[in-house]
């Protein structure tokens, strides 16, 4: 999520405390771990998934969101477990390494390849 796709998020308008604010803006834009964050901050792991599971359904819900995002469910066997993390890592790290008009460029591509033929 871009700082400017948080901000619109407007969070001051609800009833999450300040700190949390904050810890959701780490996470959201930039890619802390909800893990570390919940210990610095001394919340439980289930306590951080919550905040973060509702901050996204609102990002969800908002009109206009442009997620870009696709959630999937994949049954792998356990062994696999460690290099699909891995990969999915990997993944997220050279995704910041290109800048933000290729992405979007590329991502406009796949769509358009993705589209069926009228």
Same mark, same amino acid.
């Given at each position: 999520? @871009?700082?400017?796709?948080? +901000?619109?998020?407007?969070?001051?308008?609800?009833? !999450?405390?300040?700190?949390?604010?904050? &810890?959701?803006?780490? !996470?959201?834009?930039?890619?802390?771990?909800?893990?570390?964050?919940?210990?610095?901050?001394?919340? @439980?792991?289930?306590?951080?998934?919550?905040?973060?599971?509702?901050?996204?359904?609102?990002?969800?819900?908002?009109?206009? &969101?442009?997620?870009?995002?696709?959630?999937?469910? !994949?049954? !792998?066997? &356990?062994? $696999?477990?460690?290099?699909?993390?891995?990969?999915? +890592?990997?993944? $997220?790290?050279?995704?910041?390494?290109?800048?933000?008009?290729?992405?979007?460029?590329?991502?406009?591509?796949?769509?358009?390849?993705?589209?069926?033929?009228?």
């Amino acid at each position: 999520m @871009t700082a400017e796709q948080f +901000r619109r998020l407007r969070m001051q308008d609800t009833r !999450i405390k300040p700190l949390n604010q904050w &810890a959701l803006h780490e !996470i959201f834009v930039k890619g802390r771990s909800q893990r570390a964050l919940a210990a610095e901050l001394g919340m @439980t792991r289930s306590a951080m998934s919550q905040l973060v599971r509702k901050a996204w359904q609102r990002h969800l819900d908002r009109s206009g &969101a442009d997620t870009r995002v696709v959630t999937l469910t !994949i049954t !792998i066997p &356990a062994k $696999y477990e460690h290099a699909l993390h891995a990969w999915v +890592r990997d993944a $997220y790290r050279s995704s910041n390494l290109l800048d933000r008009d290729s992405m979007e460029r590329r991502a406009d591509e796949r769509v358009a390849v993705m589209r069926p033929p009228a």
